[in-house]
């Protein structure tokens, strides 16, 4: 499985690309169950994906990474499968299989040969509704989980940073809690408590069923009708999220950890698709590319290459959210210079987007990225699917990619001005250094197999 990131740590431009959704079929089942349907017929291959309405954001304190740590149960069992027989499954089928779990979701997937679905179909409405709990099963994942922090995040400097960074950035929206969750948290989840967790958000009614590939829609909408059909409409939860107040002054915070270089990150709250300002979104998606979109951006070109005082910077932008956005930069000082010299390089460029109107040729450069992003997300079936998935779940329809790239081009210099002068001001800014501690190699873990990437 995996955890989303958001910004990850930071993605120069989130894009959503402009692939036409007219060949994009939909249909709801009597129980709720959304079923979406992407024709690609380029290759005999079909991606399924479940997406449920449930991630960190759901979590209230005390039970962060409780979403994170179902989501690793999923594969533990049924009343009819063992645990693992799932992922056994699927592997002898030829197929590949895994999940994610992010601030605002949490999914499942499987890419398999296109006669294969109804195996997919199976198992995933098993899973929905007879998920077995085990407190063996369940004292092991959650070992496993509380590891997956140390190794990912307590053990990662600049992680470890992001982390706090948000603590700092939001006060009472839980997009201050880490997707992984706090360790207190980790090490007081109970079975019961997991138990609940399905029970509240695991119903066909609050998922959706995205299906891409070499299908046809009909066949699909049959197939589902047959697995998924049966299964009962569950009352599922339902949380008030807290609105995170309007920032009125800048906030610092600071990590020493062991670590080799020093380490700055700093973010503007920033409105998201679908909150009433999508004109100041797409701005702000150009201006992040403008800073950060490859080598002939401003801050690899300007400060990394030209004045050399930082070894890496960029700028991120996330504009599909439940919750609100953040603006970010971030960088590592280059050696013999210092987090201040890094601090300033990067306000002096966050000073120029609200003097200066950005050119022509920049302006290109950045649609050019778009187009080149549309190209490639329809090469890639798992990404149509994914990226479906994730605006249904996060409340947008998914019809907006077809006026996304309309959108972006109506973006113009003033307007790109326009929204740096409105949000990317003092009073609304958060900071972060970490402050680098002594190394103690004797102490560290080793990395997980596979980079990292725990499977279920």
């Known amino acids: 499985m995996e955890l989303i990131r958001r910004a990850a740590l930071l993605a120069p431009i989130v894009l959503l690309g402009a692939c036409t959704t007219t060949q994009i079929h939909e249909r709801t089942l009597d129980n709720g169950l959304k079923i979406i349907v992407q024709e690609?017929?380029?290759?005999?291959?079909?991606?399924?994906?479940?997406?449920?309405?449930?991630?960190?954001?759901?979590?209230?304190?005390?039970?962060?990474?409780?979403?994170?740590?179902?989501?690793?149960?999923?594969?533990?069992?049924?009343?009819?499968?063992?645990?693992?027989?799932?992922?056994?499954?699927?592997?002898?089928?030829?197929?590949?299989?895994?999940?994610?779990?992010?601030?605002?979701?949490?999914?499942?997937?499987?890419?398999?040969?296109?006669?294969?679905?109804?195996?997919?179909?199976?198992?995933?409405?098993?899973?929905?509704?007879?998920?077995?709990?085990?407190?063996?099963?369940?004292?092991?994942?959650?070992?496993?989980?509380?590891?997956?922090?140390?190794?990912?995040?307590?053990?990662?400097?600049?992680?470890?940073?992001?982390?706090?960074?948000?603590?700092?950035?939001?006060?009472?929206?839980?997009?201050?809690?880490?997707?992984?969750?706090?360790?207190?948290?980790?090490?007081?989840?109970?079975?019961?408590?997991?138990?609940?967790?399905?029970?509240?958000?695991?119903?066909?009614?609050?998922?959706?069923?995205?299906?891409?590939?070499?299908?046809?829609?009909?066949?699909?909408?049959?197939?589902?009708?047959?697995?998924?059909?049966?299964?009962?409409?569950?009352?599922?939860?339902?949380?008030?999220?807290?609105?995170?107040?309007?920032?009125?002054?800048?906030?610092?915070?600071?990590?020493?950890?062991?670590?080799?270089?020093?380490?700055y990150i700093t973010g503007y709250h920033v409105p998201v698709l679908g909150h009433g300002k999508d004109e100041d979104v797409y701005a702000l998606s150009v201006l992040a590319g403008v800073l950060d979109g490859g080598n002939s951006a401003r801050l690899t070109r300007e400060l990394v290459r030209g004045s050399q005082v930082a070894a890496s910077a960029g700028a991120g932008f996330n504009g599909m959210a439940r919750g609100p956005g953040m603006f970010m930069l971030d960088g590592t000082p280059a050696s013999g210079k210092t987090v201040a010299e890094l601090e300033s390089a990067l306000m002096q460029q966050v000073e120029r987007l609200k003097q200066e109107m950005v050119s022509e040729d920049e302006l290109k450069r950045i649609k050019a990225q778009v187009l080149a992003s549309d190209i490639f997300g329809r090469d890639s079936v798992f990404y149509q699917a994914m990226r479906i998935g994730m605006m249904e779940t996060i409340g947008l329809d998914y019809r907006t990619m077809d006026d996304y790239l309309d959108n972006i081009k109506k973006v113009t210099p003033e307007k790109m001005r326009e929204v740096a002068q409105k949000y990317l001001v003092v009073s609304n800014q958060t900071t972060t250094v970490l402050e680098p501690q002594p190394m103690n190699t004797k102490s560290r873990r080793k990395p997980m197999p596979g980079g990292g990437h725990g499977r279920h």
């Open 40 to 263: 690609n017929h380029r290759a005999p291959v079909v991606v399924s994906q479940v997406w449920y309405k449930v991630g960190a954001i759901d979590e209230p304190e005390g039970l962060t990474g409780i979403s994170h740590v179902l989501e690793h149960l999923m594969f533990k069992g049924t009343k009819t499968l063992k645990p693992g027989e799932f992922s056994r499954i699927i592997a002898a089928e030829g197929g590949r299989e895994n999940a994610f779990t992010g601030n605002d979701y949490t999914a499942y997937f499987q890419t398999l040969e296109k006669s294969r679905l109804p195996v997919s179909f199976r198992l995933e409405a098993d899973r929905m509704q007879n998920l077995v709990f085990d407190e063996s099963e369940f004292q092991k994942e959650a070992a496993v989980v509380r590891e997956e922090r140390r190794l990912r995040t307590e053990d990662n400097p600049e992680a470890l940073t992001y982390e706090q960074f948000n603590a700092t950035a939001y006060t009472v929206h839980p997009y201050r809690h880490p997707i992984v969750g706090w360790m207190k948290d980790l090490e007081a989840h109970t079975l019961d408590d997991m138990k609940q967790w399905y029970s509240n958000w695991y119903a066909p009614n609050n998922a959706t069923l995205v299906v891409a590939g070499d299908v046809r829609p009909a066949e699909v909408f049959s197939l589902a009708e047959q697995y998924f059909g049966k299964l009962p409409v569950r009352k599922t939860a339902r949380r008030n999220i807290p609105a995170e107040p309007a920032q009125t002054s800048a906030r610092h915070s600071t990590v020493k950890a062991p670590a080799k270089v020093p380490y």
